[in-house]
């Protein structure tokens, strides 16, 4: 069978709860996906997740004869649930695109991906775990509080960014308060901040980088990319931030950040592709964070990179959906 013919089955997930209007966009994003598969060559079907029975909702559907397209951040009603949705793939006999459950899990815990990323000697932000309030330990600003098992900048604000231990320990409380989780206490990095996207298992391709250039801003706090800045289309900061595609950078920094990149995309288990946030200050880049779950609309940086790459959004579909081919045992031996 012709790799560009894999039939694949787009999963994908809406929670009942959410406004109209993300439910619409969700849709709208999943068909937007499926038509550019169908555009290559995919016999394509989609399968929307909107509760947590996910074996349910699969039954029915034969492992051997589709590949799992996976689109699902989370089973509906269960946070930080996307290890879960692989777990079941996997025990049921999925091969799908993307990260693994235990890489998802991983990095879903980010001071446990620090202390990897530390211990392999990948620069990544000086850091530490409050459970209380009290940061007396803390000597270093500007710092930024984030909740420790979040992703999607989901409780990042301004006010994340503090410049004082008495804006820490308010910080810090709300996070305790807010999330009932630790806090993430992160030395902040002021500086050129980039997007990275890794494609590939084994021999590894690197698009081309996506600079978040906020110099439209005075303020040391709005210097960051934020929940709103990501998905509020009326916000200032969705607004004023620009994505510089591809980011100038010399030579010298160019090499320092493949070499960066990648070693933090194989030391976190990351597979088939990822995104990875790195921030540039006094000639050294520090990983901010690895997604291996990166959100893959069209109007990312990572599919924007793609195309400026010479992947059309249809072949970046494509491309995954192969390589999860090579985990599935009738199609890796008719490929």
């Not at 996906?33 to 169908?38: D, I, P």
């Not at 777990?87 to 990897?116: C, E």
């Not at 950078?249 to 592709?273: K, V």
């Not at 793609?306 to 579909?317: I, K, N, Q, V």
Request: charged share 20%; aromatic share 8%; glycine share 6%.
């Amino acid at each position: 069978m012709k790799a560009c013919y894999l039939p694949a089955l787009l999963l994908y997930n809406i929670d009942p709860s959410w406004p109209t209007q993300d439910v619409h966009d969700c849709h709208a994003a999943a068909h937007l996906l499926m038509g550019a598969l169908a555009e290559v060559g995919h016999p394509i079907q989609e399968l929307c997740v909107q509760s947590a029975e996910l074996e349910t909702h699969l039954d029915g559907v034969n492992p051997n004869e589709h590949l799992i397209f996976n689109w699902c951040e989370e089973l509906p009603g269960i946070p930080r649930s996307a290890s879960q949705v692989a777990q079941i793939l996997d025990r049921m006999g999925f091969a799908y695109t993307g990260a693994g459950a235990d890489a998802l899990a991983f990095s879903q815990d980010k001071p446990q991906v620090k202390a990897s990323l530390r211990a392999q000697g990948i620069p990544t932000p000086q850091w530490q775990i409050s459970t209380t309030a009290s940061s007396d330990s803390w000597d270093c600003f500007p710092a930024i509080v984030k909740p420790a098992f979040e992703h999607c900048s989901f409780g990042v604000t301004r006010d994340a960014v503090v410049l004082s231990p008495a804006e820490l320990a308010e910080r810090v409380h709300y996070v305790l308060e807010t999330f009932q989780q630790p806090a993430l206490v992160e030395e902040f990095m002021d500086g050129r901040e980039f997007h990275i996207a890794v494609l590939g298992n084994g021999k590894l391709h690197i698009l081309p980088p996506a600079e978040m250039d906020f110099s439209a801003f005075d303020n040391v706090k709005d210097r960051l990319c934020t929940f709103e800045s990501k998905f509020d289309p009326q916000s200032t900061s969705y607004n004023m931030i620009e994505l510089r595609l591809p980011a100038i950078l010399t030579q010298n920094e160019q090499r320092q950040i493949e070499e960066t990149a990648l070693a933090a995309y194989r030391s976190t288990g990351c597979r088939d592709y990822a995104r990875l946030d790195i921030r540039l200050r006094d000639g050294i880049f520090y990983v901010l964070d690895v997604n291996p779950n990166a959100d893959l609309s069209p109007d990312t940086s990572l599919a924007m990179a793609a195309e400026m790459a010479g992947l059309s959004y249809g072949r970046l579909g494509s491309l995954l959906i192969n390589l999860a081919a090579e985990r599935h045992p009738k199609f890796r031996l008719d490929g």
